[in-house]
Structure formats: structure tokens, C-alpha cells
């Protein structure tokens, strides 16, 4: 079984909803992670629930952070979209995965492997960078603005 997912404050993109959002997937990736280390009869229904939770909440999560990047003016948009693309296309396999190994610690193995490690990746590169750029951005405009 994997050790639960941690925010630690290397994860900040210093933007509120942002940051929210990620920690709000780390703990539905541990709430995922508990249904299967509980095991028993309704772990398989319970696991199912919480990963097509977390996919969702993934779906909904990109197109927040891809409006900010649109409405912003972000120029590596189109870039960072395909990452998220690609990165659904792999949440989506986990649920055959699922359906195929069950709630088994070889399948919260895969989780951690898949899911957890990539988002902690994702946000400490590409999302902060991404943020930073929004970020400063915003201050040049507010400055044009005085
Ligand atoms: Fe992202």
C-alpha cells in the first residue's frame, strides 16, 4: 500500500482556487487509498465511488486551471492543455484497472504510481510556473492600470 499523499508547502502556486483544488485531489487520493487499505465487502463499490469521484474532480479541475490560463492570456496554453489531455486519458485507464485487479494494494500501488506521483510532479512544475506567470502578469496590468 502506498503512504498517504502529503501537501507540502513546496505544492503553493500562490493562487487561492488553485491550491485548494490540488489539496482537495490529495486528500481524494487518500480517501481512495482508505477504501481499499479498509478492504471488505463494500471496498470494491467504495473505491469505484471515490475513483470516479476523483476523476471528475480532475476534469473539473483542468478546466479551471485552463480558463485562468485563457482569460490571463497565458502563452504556453496550448501546451499545458495536452499535458492535462494526455493526463485524463490515464485517470480514465485506471478505471479498467480497477475493474480488472480490484481494490487490491497492487491497484493503490498503481494509484500512486499513476495518479499521485504525476499531480505532485505536475504542480510543482508545470502548475507553478504556469501560476508564477499569472501572477506577475496580473501586476504588470494592475501597474499599467495606475
Ligand atoms: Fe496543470
Known amino acids: 500500500m502506498p503512504e498517504h499523499a502529503i501537501f507540502v508547502p513546496a505544492l503553493y ?3 487561492a482556487t488553485i491550491d485548494a483544488q490540488h489539496k482537495e485531489l490529495i486528500k481524494r487520493v487518500n480517501d481512495l487509498y ?5 478492504g471488505g ?9 471515490s475513483l470516479e469521484f476523483l476523476t471528475q474532480y480532475t476534469v473539473f479541475h483542468f478546466q479551471a486551471e485552463e480558463n485562468l490560463m485563457k482569460t490571463t492570456g497565458y502563452p504556453l496554453f496550448t501546451e499545458h492543455k495536452k499535458i492535462h489531455d494526455n493526463f485524463v486519458i490515464t485517470v480514465r485507464g485506471l478505471v479498467d484497472k480497477l475493474a480488472e485487479l480490484g481494490p487490491t494494494p497492487e491497484f493503490a500501488d498503481l494509484v500512486e504510481k499513476e495518479f499521485t506521483a504525476w499531480i505532485i510532479n505536475h ?3 508545470t502548475d507553478i510556473k504556469t ?4 501572477n506577475n502578469k496580473s501586476g504588470d496590468q494592475m501597474q499599467n492600470l495606475l
Do not use: L, S, V
Open 13 to 15: 502556486t500562490h493562487n
Open 34 to 38: 482508505d477504501a481499499i487499505e479498509k
Open 131 to 134: 501560476i508564477e506567470w499569472i
Open 41 to 49: 465487502d463494500a471496498a470494491g463499490e467504495k473505491a469505484k465511488e
Open 123 to 125: 504542480i510543482q512544475g
